[in-house]
């Protein structure tokens, strides 16, 4: 089909565009790191989270220097554990499934945000160098106490 | 005097687009009040439920307010451009789709206002609805399928006793627009007949969440390719008309629609970027084909202006950016859509970003995206079917627009635009500032940080009444057109332009495409379709 000449250079330059932008993101994805949430599959039992380790024992543990793994299980309106601590600069590796219905997991002020699915198991890392108060809201509607749900995160 | 649009099938075209606006009413009002609320500016009476009312909302505007409106406005084209008038068959699919349509809109929203069903419009499991919201919405989509066959029928029988000719520029979008919907409403009616509702009548007792949502998602994505086609039909078939300039070219105008139906569907993961259950390399697999409908977009955006370029040059117009001189700033059924156009720049801008794989964690589920589609659906779709209805409804009832009605109509969409620039940009600054969507007042116990967002949601509560403004004067406008002075309105179906080149007929080849769209599809889900089958599944919870 004949495109007028005008329009193969439009066309180009935003197909260009469009290639270099996508070949961004994916060695972003792929070879930096840098790739959506929950990359390893885990699954559990919706009807039993409460009995299936890690999540009989919700709560942060710490694994290395300045690194901690934290379990949590989200509900229906709110997340165990309630309070979680961490010096500046620790990085936290979150491991978290929902013991009712479809939650979200959203750290203000970070990148972190993400699903949580009963049945499935979600997985997240980050590092918070700076201290403060960090609000962890819950922004998948997810019931009447939907606005109600949320927890925070103390950086020291 | 002779009608210039058949009687009868301008009934059926009336009924929809005035149970669209019915709805629009509706919505409207709930949408009004979500602004208020979320504004801190009203608290609800005890027995009115904010997600109640989000879920009204929602499904008002997103499925009733489109389906209705797209339907209608299918019909008067297809009816217009493939024989001027309705085959028998045709026109009564067209209102048994109707009836069943009805019956399901009428049931789910009292469903939904009865408080059995605040699940919101995209009803996630496992929260459990009552079991008669889903049935309302199975009658909804196997509804619009019989319109949808209806309109394959007139086009049938008009291409059999029209062998070897091109079928006009509006039928031929028209089927691609609805065929595009009859495959990708598969998924949402498989979720919800087979998965919801033995589920919600208590027939099995669990339900595999991620592969509902999968469902879901398959069908959530070309829905917002259903809004927008028949948005596209308008500027590309309509506007050249109504501007007294021609279609830049038939060939590219198919060729963009061929790649919408391919690329539209294989693409529901990039809904699902944030959750588990995918593998990372599927999601971005579908980030690249959702990549792909950007070239058709470009396509767009390069024949509309190329359409107003050569009008205005036709007409005498000098310089580089003379030609924007002559267009029919005026003229309301010009104005309206070209404002949704304009519209459309940050719209499909802001929806790259919300499509680019890890980058969505930014915006996801926060009022960026709230604000991301009350531009494309609720500014560039709405205000080009309501640039619309300014000819549609005099045309298929036999009246004429008055000056006074154009005017009204200039000052609906400044004030819809206005309305939308203090809703939507206060929600896409606060989106980034980390405020959720889909969410009552509240200021997560005083946290510093959700006391910030306040200023933002005050604004988009008087950014919604603005738009409340504009809902009422449209709603004025339709029934004042009604009443509109008769006399005959042309249906105005642009021309191609004779430079343009002829168009291949390969682009007509169902099969082929029909062929590829399937092949993406399969290519897209199969691996992890297999692989959620094999999920875990959760028994149902009523939260509300
Ligand atoms: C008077 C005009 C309107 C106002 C004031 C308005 C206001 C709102 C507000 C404040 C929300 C967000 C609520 C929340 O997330 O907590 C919302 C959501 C939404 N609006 Fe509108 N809106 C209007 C018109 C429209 C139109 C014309 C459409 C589509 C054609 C539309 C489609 C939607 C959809 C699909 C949602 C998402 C519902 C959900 O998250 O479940 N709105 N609207
Ligand atoms: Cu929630
Ligand atoms: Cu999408």
Known sequence: MHLHRLEKTWLGIGITMLALFLAILGTMAFSMGMA????????????????????????????????????????????????????????????????????????????????????????????????????????????????????????? | MIPTFDRKDGKLVLAHVLFAFAALLVGGIAGLLQGLVRGGMVTLPANIGYYELLTAHGVLMALIFTTYFIIGFLYSGVSHTLGGQLRPAARKLGWTGYLVMSAGTVLGVIVILSGKASVLYTFYAPMKASPWFYVALALVVVGSWLSGFGVFCQYRRWRREHRGKLSPLFAFMAVVTLLMWQIATIGVAAEVVVQLIPWSFGWVDSVNVVLSRTLFWYFGHPLVYFWLLPAYICWYVVIPKIIGGKIFSDALARLAFILFLLFSIPVGFHHQLMEPGIGGFWKFLQVVLTFMVIIPSLMTAFSMFATFEMNGRAKGAKGLFGWLRVLPWKDVRFFAPFMGMLVFIPAGAGG?????????????????????????????????????????????????????????????????????????????IVGLMGSPRRTAYTTYGDHPDAILWMPYHVAMAIGGTILFAGVLLIVYNVIALMRAPKGETVYPIGEVAEAAEATPRYLERWSVWIGIAVALILFAYTIPLIDMFRGVTSPGFVTW
């Not at chain 1, 009712?100 to 979600?122: A, C, K, Q, R, Y």
């Open chain 1, 36 to 156: 959506p949430p929950s990359e390893h599959h885990h699954t559990v039992d919706p009807r039993k989270v409460a009995e299936t380790a890690p999540f009989d024992r919700p709560g942060i543990t710490q694994v290395g220097d300045k690194h901690y793994e934290a379990v949590m299980v989200a509900y229906a309106f709110g997340y165990e554990p309630e309070k979680l601590e961490v010096p500046a600069g620790s990085k936290i590796d979150f491991t978290m499934t929902s013991s009712d219905v479809v939650h979200g997991f959203e750290i203000v002020g970070t990148n972190i945000n993400l699903m949580v699915l009963p049945g499935e198991v979600s997985h997240i890392s980050h590092t918070f160098d700076q201290p403060g108060e960090y609000l962890i809201l819950c922004n998948e509607y997810c019931g009447t106490g939907h606005e109600y749900m949320k927890t925070t995160i103390v950086v020291k």
């Open chain 2, 352 to 428: 790259i970003v919300n499509a680019s794989n890890q980058m969505n964690a930014v915006v996801h589920n926060t009022l960026w995206v709230t604000g991301h589609f009350h531009l494309t659906v609720a500014t560039s779709v709405a205000l080009t079917f309501f640039g619309i209805a300014y000819w549609l409804i005099p045309t298929v009832t036999g009246r004429v627009l008055t000056p006074r009605l154009n005017r009204l109509g200039i000052i609906q969409t400044l004030v819809w635009c206005v309305g939308m620039l203090f809703m939507s940009g206060p929600m896409h």
